[in-house]
């Protein structure tokens, strides 16, 4: 049941307390999020200053929280039907956009369109509800100190990397089958790179802020998780191919792993990735702005402003102290940029499908993200066009978790 909205942060911190603790009055060691802009929202909501968008959505992310607070958890072991081969610990999907000729074998890729019997293979579902739920959670915890999200947040982690019983294994092998083949596709991994590293943020936010019910051996272990994972990713040839594809596939391997290697302490391998992904600008972005690999799906201003949400957040971890590559004001040898390619977007994510003349809609609340980032950075286009965007369906939860997402 979701719990009545409070309408004031004022009003919170006389009913449940605001713990303005040491520990919660620090700026979080996050991966894609900045440390200093959570703690600068933070002082803004604790201190009763902050403006009208700030406070709407605090009240949102608090209203989501208290929602997540009897969901899950979630388990890879939960699922009643995996891919030929998998393990009942292993990861498993079923490829998006493969379907069935004459009802059987073989199964045909038909882009755009979904086949429904892929929600058979529930992995991918409740990932995205971990997800989601330690993110929301973790957040909730930070900004009001209330332990009951951090409780909950640390449930719902424990039992998808840590309890022996529950916890995935840290590779990726079988996700995206299709069926009539045996095994997973190295395209499959895209399930867990396109929102992973809002993961490590609510660990990173726990871990810093030395949050109840987050121990010393549940960071232990999920750093061990992670840094086998990162080990699969950059020596399994699913890895490598992954990490190695001209597409949105691509540049969101490159952002999976440039993360966990910075929430790892390994700088020198998080810099190493964020140098690669300039050659990434060079090859998938256009002088122009166009991204024309996105630009050939039949969803292309979806799948444009999807892979620029990869190139952002890669950008963001880029910035952080001990990286320090400035991905998002680099100019390929013909001016490619990732500025170029939020301007190219612009157009039809303030006045919709009349401005763009590609293949599919134009949900235009889907650029909302990298906008805000761009703005947020001095583009001064985006700036403008910002408060054009609409929000999204769930709302638009920037103020609160400043990095273009998914969710």
Request: hydrophobic fraction near 35%; proline fraction near 6%; aromatic fraction near 12%.
């Amino acid at each position: 049941m979701q719990l009545p909205l409070l309408p004031v942060f004022t009003t919170i911190s006389l009913l449940f307390g605001i713990n303005t603790a040491p520990t919660l009055d620090v700026a979080p060691k996050t991966v894609v999020l900045q440390g200093h802009k959570l703690l600068e929202r933070r002082t803004k909501l604790v201190n009763n200053r902050a403006g009208p968008k700030l406070q709407a959505a605090f009240e949102r992310l608090e209203r989501e929280a208290n929602h997540l607070l009897d969901k899950g958890p979630w388990s890879v072991t939960d699922k009643k039907h995996r891919a030929p081969g998998a393990g009942i610990h292993d990861y498993s999907s079923m490829a998006k956009y493969y379907w069935p000729t004459n009802g059987g074998c073989p199964y045909v890729y038909r882009d755009g369109h979904p086949n429904p019997e892929r929600l058979n293979y529930t992995d991918h579902a409740e990932r995205g509800y971990m997800f989601n739920s330690s993110y929301t959670l973790s957040l909730a915890w930070y900004y009001t100190g209330d332990e009951k999200y951090a409780r909950q947040a640390a449930k719902v982690l424990r039992n998808w990397f840590i309890l022996k019983e529950k916890r995935m294994n840290p590779s990726i092998n079988w996700a995206g089958f299709i069926p009539c083949q045996h095994g997973g596709t190295f395209y499959g991994i895209i399930d867990w790179s396109e929102g992973y590293t809002m993961v490590l943020d609510a660990v990173a936010i726990l871990e810093s802020t030395k949050a109840p019910h987050w121990t010393k051996h549940d960071i232990a272990e999920f750093k061990k998780w992670n840094t086998q994972f990162l080990h699969w990713l950059d020596t399994s040839e699913f890895g490598k191919n992954e990490s190695a594809a001209r597409n949105n596939h691509g540049i969101w391997a490159l952002q999976l792993r440039a993360g966990i290697a910075l929430f790892l302490g390994k700088h020198r391998e998080a810099k190493r990735i964020a140098e690669e992904a300039k050659h990434r600008v060079n090859a998938q972005i256009t002088p122009g702005g166009e991204q024309p690999e996105e630009l050939k799906r039949s969803a292309s201003f979806q799948y444009s402003a999807f892979a620029l949400t990869a190139f952002t957040r890669l950008a963001m971890i880029a910035r952080h102290p001990g990286v320090k590559v400035d991905l998002w004001r680099y100019k390929g040898p013909k001016g490619q940029s990732i500025q170029k390619a939020v301007d190219y977007l612009i157009p039809a994510a303030t006045e919709g499908k009349k401005r763009w003349h590609h293949s599919g809609p134009v949900k235009r609340y889907e650029a909302k993200g990298v906008i805000h980032w761009a703005a947020s950075v001095g583009n001064k286009k985006a700036k403008k066009a910002v408060d054009d965007v609409p929000a999204p369906p769930w709302g638009d939860l920037w103020p609160v978790r400043p990095a273009p997402d998914l969710m």
